[in-house]
């Protein structure tokens, strides 16, 4: 038998519930700039994570403050971000050491932090080498700028 209850699920009147991402308090990604093409290979990269972005993932998911993982913003897709925060963390392996790379993170993170956001970048090594005590640094830091604001 049912359970009765005198509240209803969602208000009929407001139309229908809101579908993830959409409800009050939340950041949708669409306001954060990005393109259907950037959704779409955030999708992609979600389903494809390197070994440090794994570990790291496996250690951030389910914890507070949430994070979210290949976050699509401003034209690029993030390895994490922390919506609350409006903290972007990006694992940086040994490739964003060479060529044109460093020139090109730093565009990256500038054009991030135009939006509000702070980019914090962590090693590869780091992540590799303890993935509890990264993720722990990182959710301290995100619970930390939610304080602040």
């Not at 038998?1 to 407001?14: A, C, F, N, Q």
């Not at 913003?73 to 925060?85: L, M, P, Q, T």
């Not at 914090?120 to 993720?135: G, Q, Y």
Request: positive net charge; glycine residues 6%.
């Amino acid at each position: 038998m049912p359970l009765e209850s005198d509240r209803p699920l969602h208000r009929p009147t407001d139309g229908p519930p809101p579908r993830s991402g959409e409800d009050e308090g939340r950041i949708r990604h669409r306001t954060l700039g990005a393109s259907a093409e950037h959704v779409k290979r955030a999708r992609h990269l979600r389903q494809n994570l390197s070994l440090p972005e794994a570990l790291l993932w496996r250690e951030l998911k389910g914890q507070n403050p949430k994070f979210r993982r290949q976050f699509p913003i401003a034209g690029y897709v993030a390895d994490f971000a922390c919506a609350r925060s409006r903290l972007i963390v990006e694992v940086d392996g040994i490739a964003h050491e060479m060529g044109n790379r460093p020139a090109r993170d730093d565009r990256r993170t500038k054009a991030v932090e135009r939006l509000g956001w702070k980019v914090v970048r962590i090693s590869a090594k780091r992540v590799l080498d303890d993935p509890n005590a990264a993720a722990d640094a990182l959710l301290r830091f995100a619970a930390s700028k939610q304080l602040e604001d």
